[in-house]
């Protein structure tokens, strides 16, 4: 069975940094991509970030480029969300999501395009 489980939310004062992971288990063949989305009250889900498995490609939106980083180490099969400089508008439930299948820069933010979710670790920045 397919399993995302998010760890390193928490609450964090503006300008701080949290380092999140994603591990995944149960995969028979390895994901195409990775993605990072968040959801904030009463606002929709929006995409963050991904990575793409076959050569690594990174995406951001433009609301956390330049703050934000995704890595991944193979060997753990976890993939990091990496944030700095943060904001009282980066406070949401941050999810990680799974995806067989191509992704390319003009779809990788689609939540509907993801098959697999984790449950989500919250995130608040606050002072």
């Known amino acids: 069975q397919v399993q995302l489980v998010e760890f390193g939310g928490g609450l964090v004062q503006p300008g701080g940094s949290l380092l999140l992971s994603c591990a995944a288990s149960?995969?028979?063949?390895?994901?195409?991509?990775i993605g990072w989305f968040r959801q904030a009250s009463g606002k929709e889900r929006e995409g963050v970030s991904c990575i793409r498995s076959s050569d690594g490609a990174t995406y951001y939106s433009d609301s956390v480029k330049g703050r934000f980083t995704i890595s991944r180490d193979n060997v753990k099969n976890t993939v990091y969300l990496h944030m700095i400089s943060l904001k009282p508008d980066d406070t949401a439930v941050y999810y990680c999501?799974?995806?067989?299948?191509?992704?390319?820069?003009?779809?990788?933010?689609?939540?509907?395009?993801?098959?697999?979710w984790g449950q989500g670790t919250q995130v608040t920045v606050s002072s």
């Open positions: 149960g995969f028979t063949l390895e994901y195409d991509a």
């Open positions: 999501a799974a995806r067989k299948g191509p992704t390319y820069g003009s779809t990788w933010y689609r939540s509907s395009i993801y098959g697999y």
